[in-house]
């Protein structure tokens, strides 16, 4: 069993940066691909990033990628996703989430709680 506790959300205006941290619980936290999902209101939850469990590899959405960018701390069991250049486009939750697997699926097993972020214009 793995939990995952996200934070690091808020308001910001467009054009902003915040990066966004998830803690897990467990001792092999390296053997988890971790991801990032988001939700924004009225909208399926969506999968934004993801990095293999030693971190060699990562995965974005197109509607990130070159904006955002997801990196892990396997001896802090942290991973981190840096946001830059946000937009109202950007607002949603966002969660945290682990794979039973160590190479990137999109399909976790363990989910964190959730942390909003909001971009206003």
């Known amino acids: 069993q793995v939990q995952l506790v996200e934070s690091g959300g808020g308001l910001v205006r467009t054009g902003s940066s915040l990066r966004l941290s998830c803690v897990a619980s467990?001792?092999?936290?390296?053997?988890?691909?971790m991801d990032w999902f988001r939700q924004a209101p009225g909208k399926e939850r969506e999968f934004v990033a993801g990095i293999s469990g030693r971190g060699e590899s990562t995965s974005y959405s197109d509607s990130v990628k070159g904006r955002f960018t997801i990196s892990r701390d396997n001896a802090e069991n942290t991973v981190y996703l840096q946001m830059n250049s946000l937009s109202p486009e950007d607002t949603a939750v966002y969660y945290c989430?682990?794979?039973?697997?160590?190479?990137?699926?999109?399909?976790?097993?363990?989910w964190g709680q959730g942390t909003q972020v909001t971009v206003s214009s």
């Open positions: 989430a682990a794979e039973r697997k160590l190479y990137i699926t999109g399909t976790p097993q363990y």
């Open positions: 467990g001792r092999t936290f390296s053997n988890y691909a």
